[in-house]
């Protein structure tokens, strides 16, 4: 399967890199929370990229996930894994029933709709204080355990966040190459056409968007797992507009685009702590310049740029070799 | 219970009005060049700032202060567009929204940087002495924020409708190439929307500072609530911003006293969802047809 090609490449560097790695800060700690916002991104990037539907709102559905967990584990004693579940129906309830009337906006009202929903649902996270815990967030979140095998290290985090990731972005590429993949681009180029063509875009688009809801709320839950601790600032606004940079930056409709997104978004701020006080000052400079310069995203930005080189060399080289041609006629 | 309403349509119309200026602003950009300007915000928060940096460091009266306040802001309107959104052009609505999310945490980096995270007052204009209307009571400082912003809407309205380069600014965002076939110089008309629409800023931002305070990040909820203004009336229909603004501090003002302080945002945005759900292009909108 020529799709699945990249896959097995990144299966393998994930593998590899803490086996050389082990306990390097980068790898299994930066390392642990940019998988995390791959699977976020990725998610983000199949509505987006492919079904053409912005929505700056995605961090609501991963604060929902995250608090279900969270609240279900400690203020009723329940089990992690039902606690996920209990997580995914409640998402799934809200992201049906707001789907078919959001998603019939378009352009800036779909954006201003979702990125209403994102607030909505942070404010409620702040303001409902007896289940939440207010600003002050919840901590003493219990850790996952699989058949006795507990995650309580931050290696073992790694390998169950990144395994996470590589199921997502199996299923994401799956998804892509499928009928339903065909759809979502379809609807993406236009959704007269697609109409024309037979496609039911209200349930194409509903689908990907409980879809995408339901994977940030899984990645919510293993996030509150992991932390131990969660509180509104992780779901706000600004983390939204992080997710659609992610998938911007690395570059619209493509899933390892919105992986290297993932990461770049993840890392910088950790590399530019040494600039201290210029640090958001820098951020915002780089976020800008890479877009105006890069608008297509750096994946596929560097893809062209790439193919431009090969291509110019390759049309040198065969100048040269017909002027070398032309000589020896003459 | 009436004059408890009182109080609150009285606030409603002050912060309202704020919105409305705010929500102007993007009316203004997005008509000129299709972009949503997310460091909105940002013009209101270094109008405010800078005021506040020149008057108490420089020792300038408060009236000069604003003045070379806003004529900075313009001056950043101005570079936004010429830096940062020109040569982007024809990117895609999202690349030039992440843009604008960029110009805006930059400036807010400058303003961390040169303020720190502070939170600073502003004097009033004319004295503190509370006006009485029935049992509400009113500040001069409220007075100042409706007139001014009236005045500054009526501005923005003949300047659209009764100058050459007002028009000339519409028929730019009616039709570029048509616009630049007639000889106008669309590129300058970028600018003067720019510039317009961080004066629009800036101005609202000195004018509530005494009321509200600023801080280096006062800006960001102020440029969503006038994006949400903005939105609510119609996107693009400067008179909808001004209503959509009036609109949405009216509701929250209203929302705060009789429900809750603390949802009074989230009451905001759902009735905001709710208009959009039933009216998908806004109070004052025109229906849309997707073309094929």
């Given at each position: 399967?020529?799709?699945?090609?990249?896959?097995?490449?990144?299966?393998?560097?994930?593998?590899?890199?803490?086996?050389?790695?082990?306990?390097?800060?980068?790898?299994?700690?930066?390392?642990?929370?940019?998988?995390?916002?791959?699977?976020?991104?990725?998610s983000l990037n199949l509505l987006m990229g492919y079904a053409g539907q912005i929505s700056l709102g995605h961090a609501g559905f991963?604060?929902?996930?995250?608090?279900?967990?969270?609240?279900?584990?400690?203020?009723?004693?329940?089990?992690?894994?039902?606690?996920?579940?209990?997580?995914?129906?409640?998402?799934?309830?809200v992201a049906f029933t707001l789907a078919r009337p959001i998603l019939r906006l378009k352009g800036h009202y779909l954006a201003m709709a979702t990125l209403g929903l994102g607030i909505i649902i942070?404010?409620?996270?702040?303001?409902?204080?007896?289940?939440?815990?207010?600003?002050?967030?919840?901590?003493?979140?219990?850790?996952?355990?699989?058949?006795?095998?507990?995650?309580?290290?931050?290696?073992?985090?790694?390998?169950?966040?990144?395994?996470?990731?590589?199921?997502?972005?199996?299923?994401?590429?799956?998804?892509?190459?499928?009928?339903s993949g065909r759809a979502l681009r379809a609807l993406h180029g236009s959704e007269v056409a697609a109409e024309m063509m037979g496609i039911n875009t209200t349930a194409t688009k509903t689908g990907v968007f409980v879809l995408a809801a339901?994977?940030a709320?899984?990645?919510?839950?293993?996030?509150?797992?992991?932390?131990?601790?969660?509180?509104?600032?992780?779901?706000?606004f600004?983390?939204s507009i992080?997710l659609v940079t992610?998938v911007v930056?690395?570059?619209m409709a493509?899933?390892?685009?919105?992986?290297?997104?993932?990461?770049?978004?993840?890392?910088?701020?950790?590399?530019?702590?040494?600039?201290?006080?210029?640090?958001?000052?820098?951020?915002?400079?780089?976020?800008?310049?890479?877009m105006?310069?890069?608008p297509q995203g750096?994946?596929?930005?560097?893809?062209?740029?790439?193919?431009?080189?090969?291509?110019?060399?390759?049309?040198?080289?065969?100048?040269?070799?017909?002027?070398?041609?032309?000589?020896?006629?003459? | 219970?009436?004059?408890?309403?009182?109080?609150?349509?009285?606030?409603?119309?002050?912060?309202?009005?704020?919105?409305?200026?705010?929500a102007?602003?993007f009316a203004i950009i997005y008509n000129a060049s299709d972009v949503v300007n997310f460091?909105q915000?940002?013009?209101?928060?270094?109008?405010?700032?800078?005021?506040?940096?020149?008057?108490?460091?420089?020792?300038?009266?408060?009236?000069?202060?604003?003045?070379?306040?806003?004529?900075?802001?313009?001056?950043?309107?101005?570079?936004?567009?010429?830096?940062?959104i020109?040569?982007a052009r024809g990117a895609s609505v999202v690349t030039t929204i992440i843009i604008t999310i960029?110009?805006?945490?930059?400036?807010?980096?400058?303003?961390?940087?040169?303020?720190?995270?502070?939170?600073?007052?502003?004097?009033?204009?004319?004295?503190?002495?509370?006006?009485?209307?029935?049992?509400?009571?009113?500040?001069?400082?409220?007075?100042?924020?409706?007139?001014?912003?009236?005045?500054?809407?009526?501005?923005?309205?003949?300047?659209?409708?009764?100058?050459?380069?007002?028009?000339?600014?519409?028929?730019?965002s009616c039709n570029r190439?048509?616009?630049?076939?007639?000889?106008?110089?669309?590129?300058?008309?970028?600018?003067?929307?720019?510039?317009?629409?961080?004066?629009?800023?800036?101005?609202?931002?000195?004018?509530?500072?005494?009321?509200?305070?600023?801080?280096?990040?006062?800006?960001?909820?102020?440029g969503l609530k006038g994006f949400s203004a903005a939105i609510l009336g119609g996107f693009g229909n400067p008179?909808g911003a001004?209503a959509g603004?009036?609109l949405l501090?009216?509701?929250?003002?209203?929302?705060?006293?009789?429900?809750?302080?603390?949802?009074?945002?989230?009451?905001g945005f759902v009735i905001l969802l709710l208009v959009l759900f039933f009216k998908p292009s806004g109070l004052f909108g025109k229906a849309s047809a997707e073309r094929v």
């Amino acid at each position: 399967m020529s799709y699945l090609r990249g896959f097995y490449l990144l299966t393998i560097t994930a593998a590899v890199l803490p086996l050389i790695f082990p306990d390097n800060y980068y790898v299994t700690v930066v390392g642990v929370t940019a998988a995390l916002h791959a699977i976020l991104a990725v998610s983000l990037n199949l509505l987006m990229g492919y079904a053409g539907q912005i929505s700056l709102g995605h961090a609501g559905f991963f604060g929902i996930g995250a608090y279900a967990s969270a609240i279900l584990t400690t203020r009723y004693g329940w089990n992690p894994w039902p606690a996920i579940l209990a997580g995914l129906g409640l998402t799934a309830v809200v992201a049906f029933t707001l789907a078919r009337p959001i998603l019939r906006l378009k352009g800036h009202y779909l954006a201003m709709a979702t990125l209403g929903l994102g607030i909505i649902i942070n404010i409620v996270l702040v303001q409902a204080g007896k289940f939440t815990g207010g600003p002050d967030g919840l901590g003493g979140i219990p850790s996952l355990s699989l058949f006795g095998w507990s995650v309580d290290s931050d290696l073992r985090w790694y390998i169950v966040i990144v395994s996470v990731l590589l199921v997502v972005v199996w299923l994401a590429l799956n998804i892509i190459n499928s009928r339903s993949g065909r759809a979502l681009r379809a609807l993406h180029g236009s959704e007269v056409a697609a109409e024309m063509m037979g496609i039911n875009t209200t349930a194409t688009k509903t689908g990907v968007f409980v879809l995408a809801a339901l994977i940030a709320s899984l990645a919510g839950s293993l996030f509150a797992y992991q932390q131990a601790f969660v509180s509104p600032d992780s779901f706000s606004f600004f983390f939204s507009i992080e997710l659609v940079t992610m998938v911007v930056l690395g570059g619209m409709a493509s899933t390892y685009g919105a992986i290297i997104g993932a990461i770049i978004l993840t890392f910088l701020p950790e590399l530019l702590v040494v600039f201290e006080d210029y640090e958001v000052m820098i951020f915002g400079a780089i976020l800008m310049l890479m877009m105006i310069f890069l608008p297509q995203g750096l994946f596929v930005g560097l893809q062209h740029l790439l193919r431009r080189l090969t291509r110019d060399r390759r049309t040198a080289i065969d100048a040269a070799e017909a002027g070398e041609s032309g000589r020896g006629a003459a | 219970m009436f004059d408890q309403i009182l109080q609150f349509v009285l606030t409603g119309v002050t912060v309202g009005a704020t919105y409305a200026l705010v929500a102007l602003g993007f009316a203004i950009i997005y008509n000129a060049s299709d972009v949503v300007n997310f460091s909105q915000g940002e013009f209101v928060m270094l109008g405010a700032m800078g005021s506040i940096a020149f008057s108490a460091g420089n020792g300038l009266p408060l009236w000069l202060a604003a003045i070379c306040a806003v004529l900075l802001v313009i001056c950043v309107g101005m570079a936004l567009q010429r830096f940062a959104i020109a040569p982007a052009r024809g990117a895609s609505v999202v690349t030039t929204i992440i843009i604008t999310i960029g110009a805006s945490i930059f400036l807010r980096g400058v303003a961390l940087l040169l303020w720190g995270k502070d939170i600073f007052g502003m004097p009033h204009f004319s004295g503190e002495e509370p006006i009485k209307i029935g049992e509400a009571t009113l500040l001069p400082q409220n007075l100042w924020v409706m007139g001014g912003a009236s005045v500054l809407v009526l501005g923005v309205h003949y300047f659209f409708n009764h100058t050459t380069n007002g028009k000339a600014v519409l028929a730019c965002s009616c039709n570029r190439t048509a616009a630049q076939l007639v000889g106008i110089n669309v590129s300058r008309m970028m600018l003067i929307a720019y510039g317009l629409s961080a004066l629009l800023g800036s101005l609202a931002g000195i004018l509530v500072a005494p009321i509200t305070f600023t801080s280096y990040d006062a800006g960001v909820m102020l440029g969503l609530k006038g994006f949400s203004a903005a939105i609510l009336g119609g996107f693009g229909n400067p008179m909808g911003a001004v209503a959509g603004g009036l609109l949405l501090g009216l509701i929250e003002s209203l929302a705060a006293g009789l429900i809750s302080s603390g949802y009074k945002d989230a009451i905001g945005f759902v009735i905001l969802l709710l208009v959009l759900f039933f009216k998908p292009s806004g109070l004052f909108g025109k229906a849309s047809a997707e073309r094929v």
